[in-house]
Nanobody, 125 residues
Framework: QVQLVESGGGLVQPGGSLRLSCTAS????????MGWFRQAPGKEREFLSA???????RYSDSVKGRFTISRDNGKNTVHLEMNALNPEDTAVYYC???????????????????WGQGTQVTVSS
C-alpha cells in the first residue's frame, strides 16, 4: 500500500508560478512511475504529465513548455513546477503512482495504482 500526499497548492495571480509536491509513503518509491492530473469543476480529469522510473518524462500539449515534472527518489517525492499560470489552470491537482510496467513514462490513458487526495490550485487576480 502506498499513500500519496500532495502539497503546494494555493492562490496565485495569472502569470505566476507554483511548485506542487507529492510525497509517497513506503520504501519502493523508485519502482513507481508517477503522474500528475487535474480536474476542474464540471470537467473530466485531465492528464498533465508523467515521469518514468528512469526519469523520462511526458507532457500533455496543454502544459508542455510551462510545467516541469521531476522526482527525488531519496525523498520519495515528485514535483510539478508550474509557470505562466492562467485562470484555465484552476483545478484540483492529483498525483498518482503506477508500479513499474515500462521504462517509458505512462501515457494519458494508462492506469494508476494509487492516487492522492488532491491539492487545490486557483489562478485569479
Amino acid at each position: 500500500q502506498v499513500q500519496l500526499v500532495e502539497s503546494g497548492g494555493g492562490l496565485v495571480q495569472p502569470g505566476g508560478s507554483l511548485r506542487l509536491s507529492c510525497t509517497a509513503s513506503g520504501r519502493t518509491f523508485s519502482n513507481y512511475a508517477m503522474g500528475w492530473f487535474r480536474q476542474a469543476p464540471g470537467k473530466e480529469r485531465e492528464f498533465l504529465s508523467a515521469i518514468s522510473v528512469s526519469s523520462t518524462t511526458r507532457y500533455s500539449d496543454s502544459v508542455k513548455g510551462r510545467f516541469t515534472i521531476s522526482r527525488d527518489n531519496g525523498k520519495n517525492t515528485v514535483h510539478l513546477e508550474m509557470n505562466a499560470l492562467n485562470p484555465e489552470d484552476t483545478a484540483v491537482y492529483y498525483c498518482a503512482a503506477q508500479w513499474f510496467r515500462s521504462w517509458d513514462p505512462p501515457g494519458p490513458a494508462s492506469g494508476y495504482d494509487y492516487w492522492g487526495q488532491g491539492t487545490q490550485v486557483t489562478v485569479s487576480s
